[in-house]
């Protein structure tokens, strides 16, 4: 019972992070490669405010978010919408190109040693019908199920979503009606960063975070997406859980040395069995 519970509020802070992956290939079809960096940049405007204003890091999450999703907007209006109506393959590269020129960046402003942000729960447990959990897990699992149910109401009851399901379902169509597609899929890419600096300021909280540490949360991402159905926003949070149950309980009976190769391996069956994904057809946006 230990180890589901650990495994699921894991799969909770899995989903935060990985939702903004999912919401930019659901509408843009785009496989974002520096979704990791946003992470990470997002972990260290927290720290950046952390340090300057001294209040809790989830609050000044909030901050860091919106100012993420400022600079993530003209990134996906002016460079990589144009480069989408050009090549549907080239983003890839692009997004692998922004990668490594903020993880350089992230490198030159903090150094490569780690960083974790000072909460008073950050550490803390408490018991619960007998199981240990700890708190920070159980904060950024509340936050992540927050964010998944606060995206799929916004993408599935609000004006602004109906044009973003019109966009991401044919594009030409969308701007024949009067739909501004690129103005709607720079704010998606805003909304997603945004996401993403919430996640990584949870990581931060529950773990630490580095320069280069958003490649292996770019890999736990795509997996959760991957196990939930490529873009679909409710199965992330089906396939993060299982991805952390997986992971835990793979753990504790291989050791957390194997841990990645638990991820790859996951991903990997998934692959193999349900390509699409586990929840694509009973879970779509």
């Known amino acids: 019972m230990q180890l589901i519970i650990d495994g699921l509020l894991t799969g909770g802070l899995y989903a935060a992070t990985a939702l903004g992956l999912s919401l930019v290939f659901g509408t843009l079809r785009m496989v974002n490669l520096a979704h990791g960096e946003l992470l990470m940049v997002g972990a260290y405007l927290t720290s950046v405010l952390v340090v300057a204003l001294g209040a809790d890091p989830l609050l000044l999450a909030i901050p860091a978010a919106i100012v993420l999703g400022a600079l993530a907007y003209p990134v996906q209006r002016f460079v990589l919408t144009p480069i989408m109506a ?12 922004i990668s490594v020129a903020v993880q350089s960046v992230l490198l030159l402003l903090f150094t490569s040693n780690p960083r ?15 199981v240990t959990v700890r708190v920070a897990l159980l904060i950024a699992t509340a936050i992540g199920v927050a964010l998944v149910i606060g995206l799929h109401l ?12 019109a966009a991401a379902g044919d594009s030409v169509a969308a701007g024949l009606v009067g739909i501004d597609v690129n103005r709607t899929f720079a704010m998606v890419f805003a909304i997603a960063a945004a996401v993403a600096a919430i996640g990584g300021s949870l990581i931060a909280v529950t773990y630490s975070v580095s320069p280069s540490g958003g490649t292996s949360w770019l890999v736990i991402a795509f997996t959760v997406v991957v196990i939930g159905g490529l873009g679909s926003i409710r199965g992330t949070l089906a396939g993060a859980l299982i991805l952390g149950v997986v992971q835990t309980v793979g753990v504790a009976f291989v050791g957390a040395q194997y841990r990645d ?25």
Not at 119 to 127: L, N
């Open 261 to 285: 190769i638990i991820v790859f391996g996951l991903l990997v069956v998934i692959l193999l069995i349900r390509p699409q994904g586990l929840f694509t057809k009973a879970q779509r946006v």
């Open 154 to 165: 916004l993408l599935t009851r609000t004006g602004f979503g109906n044009r973003v399901r």
């Open 86 to 97: 050009r090549n549907a393959d080239a983003p890839v590269t692009a997004t692998f190109g």
């Open 116 to 130: 974790s942000l000072p909460a008073p729960y950050a550490t803390a447990s408490v018991e619960v019908f007998g």
